[in-house]
């Protein structure tokens, strides 16, 4: 959907900033009505382009002070379906993002633990136990800067 004009433009970039508003606060920021608003986010939902909105938790007053991102190479490129590799990571509750990518390594993992200790465990007991992992490599996150994203 290529033909987005300046009130859909803002409308994104308000609810990239919070979901969470209302079609009358968004028309009111935006100078729309709230009824031409709320046809405008029923249409950008049809479309695909708002595609869902989700909950932000704060991580570390959940108690999940340590997020790692971990690449992983299979070992067995061929003889490991990589739907398999996939579905089983999936399932593991401390993996937060699943990415293949195309480079040094076919997968990057987002991984969130309580802290050091509790991501060993994970690496230990659940990553590397994974059908085909060959060779991991840990990068520590220290901190986070959120971006707007493409349209702020």
Same mark, same amino acid.
């Given at each position: 959907?290529?033909?987005?004009? +300046? ?78 590799? +996939? ?11 699943? +990415? ?19 991501? +060993? ?15 991991? !490599? ?5 901190? !986070? ?8």
């Amino acid at each position: 959907m290529n033909d987005l004009d +300046e009130f859909d433009q803002k409308l994104l970039l308000a609810l990239t900033q919070d979901a969470n508003l209302s079609a009358g606060a968004l028309g009111r920021q935006l100078g729309l009505s709230q009824p031409a608003t709320w046809r405008r986010i029923k249409r950008l939902q049809d479309s695909g382009v708002i595609a869902g909105r989700r909950l932000d938790l704060d991580r570390e007053k959940l108690g999940f002070g340590v997020t790692v991102f971990l690449g992983i190479k299979l070992a067995t490129k061929g003889r490991v379906s990589l739907d398999d590799f +996939e579905r089983a990571v999936s399932a593991i509750p401390e993996v937060q993002t699943v +990415e293949h990518v195309l480079g040094m390594y076919d997968y990057r993992l987002r991984v969130t633990a309580r802290d050091i200790t509790d991501f +060993e465990r994970v690496l230990r007991r659940r990553v590397m136990t994974l059908p085909g992992v060959g060779d991991v !490599e840990a990068n520590v996150l220290l901190s !986070e800067e959120r971006r707007p994203g493409p349209l702020g």
